[in-house]
């Protein structure tokens, strides 16, 4: 009788281009592929330019790559790592990766600096595009390696692959899950102010309080080991996680939403909350995007 095929060890991929936050992402990537039990795959990727491509140009940016390879393997000699050097545009390289990965790390980079694979540009397209979880990881500072995993959340269906990852992450780290529902009231003007408007935004934001608790209540049936500390302010989204990301070692967002008071994790959120927080970031493609899990 035949065993069953083992599922496929779906990677963590992380994109390198030989600049400081691009190292900084290997050194996330090689602890959150030990941490999950996953090999590790170093990724460059350069676009054609206007300069010619020569066999010694390939065989340099081949070498970066496998630089960045050799420290991962310094690091974890019992990792299973891999490499790889493209000839393509970095965002859609890392893109087309992220199919056949369980996560893609990239460095946050610095605006501006046309040569760099690893744009704050780049991580922002992968982040809107990629079929899996991606992690954009701070090359500036240090951050808590203690404090909580935080995740945004409101009660709309798109948050549950931010909602599955984290609670994933705080499981395997045996940290604190924060999750962060915000809500926001701003008086309509002189003639509409008062208790009665206010006392319904309230009343809105309550409601949504509890159906965030209710979905959250089948997620902790399935982490009972997870510390759960629900959090609901009155604030701007992607204020609030920016100021919460100062003491969190992880934060979660998802990278769809529906606009409106309901819609809590809308694109601009994140990509303003991968411009500010001060801890790697995870941006959860919505369920029509999300890959099955293997």
Do not use: N
């Amino acid at each position: 009788m035949s065993m069953p095929a083992s599922p496929p060890r779906r990677p963590v991929v992380v994109g390198v281009d030989g600049g400081p936050a691009a190292d900084r992402a290997v050194e996330v990537a090689v602890e959150q592929a030990q941490r999950t039990h996953r090999p590790l795959h170093i990724l460059h990727a350069t676009p054609l330019g206007l300069a010619p491509w020569t066999l010694d140009r390939l065989q340099a940016h081949e070498e970066l790559a496998r630089r960045s390879y050799e420290r991962a393997t310094e690091a974890a000699p019992d990792l299973e790592i891999t490499f790889a050097s493209q000839v393509a545009d970095p965002a859609t390289a890392l893109v087309t990766a992220s199919h056949t990965a369980s996560l893609v790390v990239v460095g946050a980079g610095t605006h501006g600096q046309s040569a760099s694979v690893l744009l704050g540009t780049t991580a922002h397209q992968v982040a809107s595009h990629a079929r899996c979880p991606v992690m954009v990881v701070p090359g500036s500072r240090k951050w808590s390696t203690t404090g909580p995993v935080v995740v945004g959340v409101d009660a709309a269906e798109h948050s549950v692959p931010a909602v599955e990852f984290a609670f994933a992450e705080a499981s395997t780290r045996q940290a604190e899950l924060v999750p962060v529902h915000t809500w926001w009231w701003e008086e309509p003007g002189p003639f509409l102010a008062g208790s009665e408007w206010e006392d319904e935004w309230i009343a809105v934001a309550q409601t949504q309080k509890v159906l965030v608790a209710e979905m959250l209540a089948g997620w902790q049936e399935k982490y009972p080991d997870v510390k759960v500390s629900l959090t609901s302010v009155r604030g701007q989204a992607a204020v609030v996680l920016q100021e919460v990301s100062q003491t969190a070692q992880l934060l979660v967002v998802g990278s769809r939403g529906r606009g409106g008071f309901a819609g809590l994790l809308l694109g601009s959120v994140s990509s303003r909350v991968l411009h500010d927080a001060k801890c790697p970031t995870v941006v959860a493609p919505s369920l029509r995007l999300t890959p099955s899990l293997g």
